[in-house]
């Protein structure tokens, strides 16, 4: 047992965050490169890492390097571990909006990103002008509902349904639209549910744990979408509906501002879709946190300027 502390005593902040790297990018170069460290010195700390796992961690196959299987266990938990030591060491006791340089973290798609993480992050300029916030896409860790991610993080902007964490803000609520084709001959004023049956679709989101409540609801109500094309962002949903004919599901406030610009229209869906209640979703060792307190202050001034 001594021996197995000292081994682990040996090994410091460097070397996890070597280990990261080495996990993401899956080559001593692109690891060098990440950290700015040179070739050496992360090739030193490989052959470190894999003496203390015992496991290669990085097999070469052909002309490139794939991760072990022990490797690819432990690639979430280093993020998980990278991610806790930076908030542990710039953690401040007080937040000063004037002075701070923190960096808040936040999981949203381009839709919460584009409604209210604008008017976020312009209040955040005039009254932070040091901090800033970073944007991180929304992945299958995030839809998991494993807690130990959303320590990782200052929170989530998702509607309900998705996830379900014991903290929340509503910030605004919206309406499902159907997006066509401005010039599409084949959809009139109104949409039918024989038109949701028998015309192409392009979705969000592959994972159907993703896909939105009304997605599924139509589906409930004997719709098989036959999907043409499918993409992790909202924003792109205008052009693939206008070149292929088809149509999308699509957030009113998101596609009001855009419909005209890009030669789409909006359509009412043919069946009563649940409406969309957007959130801020976080975990509660952030409750006390002085600074993630000003920041659900400021989340509550953006979502008031929403239209």
């Not at 340089?101 to 955040?124: E, K, P």
């Not at 990782?152 to 379900?164: A, K, L, R």
Request: aromatic share 8%; charged share 20%; hydrophobic share 45%.
């Amino acid at each position: 047992m001594a021996s197995e502390s000292a081994e682990l005593h040996s090994l410091d902040n460097n070397h996890l965050h070597a280990l990261h790297a080495l996990l993401t990018e899956r080559t001593v170069t692109g690891a060098a490169l990440r950290l700015g460290r040179t070739q050496p010195t992360l090739s030193a700390a490989l052959a470190r890492l894999r003496r203390h796992f015992s496991d290669d961690l990085l097999t070469r196959v052909g002309n490139h390097y794939q991760l072990t299987p022990f490797a690819e266990q432990l690639r979430p938990l280093t993020s998980v571990a990278v991610a806790a030591v930076e908030r542990v060491f710039s953690a401040e006791s007080e937040f000063d909006p004037a002075s701070s340089g923190r960096v808040f973290t936040i999981v949203s798609s381009d839709y919460g990103i584009s409604v209210v993480g604008a008017h976020l992050v312009a209040l955040l300029e005039k009254r932070a002008p040091r901090a800033c916030v970073r944007f991180e896409p929304v992945t299958p860790e995030a839809l998991s509902r494993n807690p130990d991610f959303y320590r990782t993080m200052d929170g989530v902007f998702m509607p309900h349904g998705y996830i379900d964490l014991p903290r929340s803000m509503d910030l605004f609520e919206d309406q499902w639209i159907c997006l066509v084709a401005a010039d599409n001959p084949d959809v009139g004023d109104r949409l039918t549910m024989d038109d949701l049956h028998r015309l192409p679709w392009v979705a969000t989101f592959g994972d159907p744990f993703g896909r939105a409540p009304a997605w599924r609801q139509m589906e409930l109500l004997g719709v098989t979408p036959r999907v043409c094309a499918t993409a992790d962002s909202f924003l792109t949903m205008p052009q693939l509906v206008r070149r292929t004919g088809g149509l999308a599901l699509m957030q009113n406030k998101l596609a009001t501002g855009m419909a005209e610009a890009l030669d789409v229209r909006i359509v009412a869906c043919p069946f009563d879709a649940v409406p969309i209640v957007e959130a801020f979703w976080w975990h509660p060792m952030h409750d006390q946190d002085s600074g993630h307190v000003w920041l659900r202050g400021l989340l509550s001034e953006a979502s008031a300027l929403i239209t």
